[in-house]
């Protein structure tokens, strides 16, 4: 026996489909405003009331089937459920509808603006922080000859982020003045770098990778035939713009050959320097056995810096020939964690070396200021001492 039943009834779809029930509109305006209610349903939010169980979206396409869970048949459409843009004639029609939800489409009269047709496919983006850590204790310097750049430029890339470096200063880089290739390979994301090519001739050249969390600008002006320099200004400021720590840093590379000039000009580049600045870090490969007690260069440029109060802080081998060639040089601040690592040869025949300087006003209390008289006498004790033109 299949019994008939109206619209109005409060039988679900799913029963119709048993066969247990026929179905009919009770008169034709019932199926003009059931079309018109859907239509309304497809175009508009449908709004649910907090607390409602519902297995529908937030926003839904209203179907005409009903949406049976678990073996609970659970209407989202009803009066109080539906959108508020729909009329009473619109409700009546909807009323006994059990619907199902999916996303909709959202058609918008504003061609070019854009539309999301689903909140819960926002993906939440979370501000990027300030890039400067205000706790941050301490910067970590590294230096290597490393001897042509370009064919080692993801060794490089690898060697600032496994040592975690905010500045690493490179000698020996080959590299020529419009060559941006390997520099580009060899820096990380969120690092710079600023390069000083040789401008003639082969090999030479000096570069410096530093963090972006640096302000860092090149001072320009430097140049000396006897040894090639880079030399830059580095500040670290807080996330108030307070400068925490400010000095100057010079990468240096001095090739093998007669001497005589360079402890001329290098004694000039310190007097300078060191008058306009109160703290400076000096790092690079000099060519000179500061480690060998006998060595005539050795002992004239031991002298020389001695006699400007600057110190050399590293020692031991930075060579496979077991001879200290690459130096951190440091004025007006105190490093620490002096470290020497052996490369493969594959790389370079130099060690990596690296210091630490940590970001505190107590570290940071010196200031030494050296007048002309010191450089005349600096160069005339230079000049009583017998040396030779080779190393």
Known sequence: MMTRIAVGACFTVSEIYKKLYAFFWMFVAAEAWFSEGRTNLIQHHIETKPGVVTDASDWGLGAVLSQGVEGVDRPVLSPQFCSNRLNAKDT??????????VPRIVRSKYKYKYNVGSRKNIIVIKPEKF?????KQFLKFGLINIRSLAPKAVIVNEMITDNSFDLLCLTETWLKPNDYFGLNESTPPNYCYKHEPRQTGRGGGVATIYSDILNVTQKTGYRFNSFEILLLNVTLSDMQKKSNVSLALATVYRPPGPYTEFLKEFADFLSDLLVTVDKALIMGDFNIHVDNANDTLGLAFTDLINSFGVKQNVTGPTHRFNHTLDLIISHGIDLTAI?????SDDITDHFLVSCMLR?????????????????????????????????
Do not use: F, G, M, R
Not at 131 to 135: A, D, F, I
Not at 339 to 343: G, K, N, T
């Open 339 to 343: 470290d020497i690592v052996p490369q």
């Open 131 to 135: 890039k400067v850590n205000e706790q």
């Open 92 to 101: 009546c029609a909807v009323k006994p509808i059990k619907t199902v939800s």
């Open 359 to 391: 970001i505190t006003d107590q570290s940071i209390n010196h200031l030494y200021l050296y007048s002309a008289l010191n450089k005349i006498h600096c160069v005339k004790a230079l000049n009583n001492i017998h040396l030779e033109n080779s190393v």
